[in-house]
Every structure is written in structure tokens, then in C-alpha cells.
């Protein structure tokens, strides 16, 4: 998605479920950085056309904080996991 204008809502629904899509395939393939596919595409071969889909349906910027998202939840999950512990 190249356009300068927002995303219509039916876009954005579209996009959501790309994403997650894209994201249920790193998790298979237990890939927690999606960058990781663009240096060792061998490492999820399954998921790069679900990555490309992923990338052609949202906007550049959304891609990048989905990406930088999902790291950072994961981490944030982690410490609160090791804090919980005796």
C-alpha cells in the first residue's frame, strides 16, 4: 500500500488480518523478529509469501510498528513472567 491517504476501514481490516496471518507463520516457524526473514529467508520459506502479501496490504510505517510491536510484547511478557517468579 503506497497511497498518501488513510486507509479505509475495510483497508485497515484487511491489513489486521495479513498481519496476523503473516504472524501465526513466524510463530509456527518460532520466529519472534520478523526482520529476520528479510536477512535468513531460509529460516521461514512458508512464510514469505504471506510476508509479501503482508507488506504489499499495509502502509510502510504500519509494517515497521507492527514489526517493532510484536518484539516488543513479547519482551514485555517475558520480564513480567520473571518478575512473577519467587
Known amino acids: 500500500m503506497v497511497d498518501s491517504k488513510p ?7 484487511q491489513c489486521w488480518f495479513l498481519r496476523d496471518e503473516y504472524f501465526k ?6 520466529i519472534l523478529d520478523p526482520t529476520v526473514v ?12 504471506l510476508k509479501k ?3 504489499q496490504g499495509c502502509m ?8 517493532k510491536r510484536r ?7 517475558q520480564y513480567l513472567a520473571l518478575s512473577q517468579q519467587p
Open 25 to 30: 507463520c513466524l510463530d509456527k516457524c518460532d
Open 7 to 13: 486507509p479505509t476501514r475495510a483497508e485497515r481490516k
Open 71 to 77: 518484539v516488543l510484547d513479547r519482551r514485555q511478557q
Open 38 to 49: 528479510d536477512t535468513s529467508p531460509e529460516k521461514a520459506p512458508s512464510c514469505l509469501e
Open 60 to 67: 510502510a510505517s504500519w509494517v515497521e510498528y507492527f514489526n
Open 53 to 55: 502479501q503482508y507488506e
